[in-house]
């Protein structure tokens, strides 16, 4: 993750705009929600299988994906990986990032360590 926009300097909390890349094909995030904050997701590279609510939609370069409040979403890479633009509205959950990287590599696909960060920053695994 590459933060392009966040904190209270740049954003006022107000949004967080993220660059995420990786060259490996499977699943980057466990499914999951956020009750206070929306998250889109604009493909750069690549391509992602993108689960949002009970929709699966295979994104690729130049598409604009939106998760409204309270929906279950999940993001999986195809072979050679990819990299997408996120914007997390309000901002903070950089935050999250931040401290899963603290943790072991692949952490964040963990069920069990992901759910024991992400409650502090509203991202429920479901």
């Known amino acids: 993750m590459r933060v392009l ?3 209270e300097a740049a ?3 107000s949004f967080t705009l993220a660059e995420f890349s990786g ?4 699943p980057w995030t ?6 206070g904050f929306e998250e889109s997701f604009f493909i750069l590279d690549g391509s992602f299988s993108v689960t949002i609510g009970e929709q ?7 598409m604009y994906l939106l998760v409204p409040r309270d929906t279950r979403h999940a ?5 050679g990986g990819g990299r997408f633009l996120t914007l997390m509205v309000p901002g903070g959950l ?3 990032f931040f401290e899963l990287g603290t ?4 952490a964040i696909r963990d069920p069990v360590a992901r759910a024991a960060i992400s409650a502090r920053y509203d991202s429920v695994p479901v």
């Open 23 to 26: 060259v490996g094909a499977g």
């Open 94 to 96: 950089e935050e999250m």
């Open 75 to 79: 993001i999986t890479a195809s072979d």
């Open 103 to 106: 943790l072991p590599p692949n």
């Open 30 to 35: 466990v499914p999951h929600l956020h009750r």
């Open 56 to 62: 699966v939609t295979e994104a690729t370069p130049g």
């Open 5 to 7: 926009a966040a904190g």
């Open 11 to 13: 954003t006022d909390r």
